[in-house]
């Protein structure tokens, strides 16, 4: 905050207010003698003579100072903010359950080390910085695809629906369905797409003058297997997220070769099972290829997030800060010092005039 005079130069114009003080004229009566005069004496209010022209000169020395233009001016910064829609596409089929990822180096399924780098993706961590401008959402597929929350900028409600993200634990609802879920997250992508047209008149309901504008639109697609569900096929999916203009990162997770799996015997007994790991890898790079984004391999907990931070490396959010000077013209505005507020100064200079006028016309009229 800072105060200062636009046009100082009008200062130059100050002397004019000594003008009513060279003008004053002195009224004089033609008296043989004085001396009664001067026995009459003179009453309190003559000693005020000189509050009219006092008035006077301060009206003309505040219209100066208003045309200098005294401003407090209040630095401040607005920042545009281009956001990203970026949908989760996430693998629960029952391969998820599989013990070849760590937490702390501990043993730890796929699914579990997936929500914890989510969340770090989305809130930030110590090497993430999260994605606050951000809208987010997330799609789950096993034998079918399923949304578990739309686009947002409530990531916490987002993220909650990620904790209890669960793995398909039935034959009637397990699967991969990759197609079905990359199908489902182009859906939900081409809505941000409507909303932020500026041609809204095909579609009303979606069009929202006060919905967060989104720079680009993408997806993290992440699996552990190959599709063998669902009614949509993946490249058929890839080519209608090409068609929008949205890119697919796709994650194919697992260790090769062989990777742990819990199985359960007939006594109810839990051990880990050596088990193949098989990832479509030539669906997935295709599918990325197809949409401008890319493919990646994990094969631990650290390749994970690695992923993840490339991701969030390579789609950063666009932000633009403008500096704006917002000026208080006390010529017009009121007057604010050690806090009492006085009025604006032409109005103090109107006043000023006004009395000058009155007293001038009434108890201090000159008569010649």
């Known amino acids: ?43 309190a209010l003559a000693r005020f003579r000189w509050l009219p022209i006092a008035l006077r000169s301060g009206a003309i020395a505040l ?21 990203i829609a970026i949908q989760l596409v996430i693998d629960r089929s029952s391969s998820m359950l599989a013990m070849d990822f760590s937490i702390n180096n501990e043993p730890t399924d796929r699914l579990t080390v997936l929500k914890s780098v989510v969340n770090d993706f989305v809130a930030g961590d110590g090497t993430l910085g999260g994605r606050p401008n951000d809208m987010v959402g997330a799609v789950t597929f096993a034998k079918n695809a399923d949304g578990i929350c739309p686009l947002t900028l409530d990531h916490d409600h987002l993220l909650a629906g990620v904790r209890e993200l669960a793995v398909a634990r039935t034959a009637q609802e397990d699967g991969t369905a990759i197609g079905d879920g990359v199908a489902l997250a182009v859906e939900r992508l081409k809505d941000v797409a409507a909303r932020n047209s500026p041609d809204s008149s095909s579609s009303p309901a979606l069009a929202d003058d006060n919905a967060p504008k989104v720079k680009s639109r993408i997806m993290v697609l992440l699996t552990d297997g190959e599709n063998n569900s669902g009614d949509i096929d993946p490249l058929a999916a890839a080519e209608l997220a090409q ?24 006594f109810g007994r839990t051990f ?5 790991v098989s990832i479509d890898e030539d669906l997935l790079k295709k599918m990325s290829e197809t949409t401008g984004g890319r493919y990646f391999r994990a094969t631990d907990t650290q390749s ?65």
């Open 1 to 43: 905050m800072t105060y200062t005079l636009l046009q100082p130069w009008f200062l130059l114009l100050l002397p004019l207010a000594l003008l009513p003080w060279w003008r004053r004229q002195r009224a004089t009566v033609a008296h043989p003698d004085a001396a009664l005069l001067v026995a009459a004496g003179s009453s």
């Open 63 to 83: 219209v100066v100072i208003s045309l200098a233009r005294p401003v407090k001016a209040d630095s401040q910064t607005r920042v545009r903010v281009e956001g």
């Open 243 to 266: 068609a929008y203009g949205i890119k697919i990162y796709s994650i194919g997770v697992g260790t090769r070769g062989k990777a742990p799996y819990p199985v359960t015997d007939v």
């Open 272 to 276: 880990l099972e050596k088990v193949d």
């Open 304 to 368: 994970l997030r690695s992923i993840y931070a490339e991701i969030d490396r390579l789609e950063r959010t666009e932000t633009e800060a403008r500096r704006y000077l917002q000026y208080a013209d006390f010529a017009v505005e009121p007057l604010r010092i050690a806090g009492v507020t006085l009025p604006p100064l032409l109005a103090l200079a109107l006043l000023m005039a006004f009395f000058d006028l009155l007293l001038a016309s009434t108890r201090f009229r000159t008569l010649t």
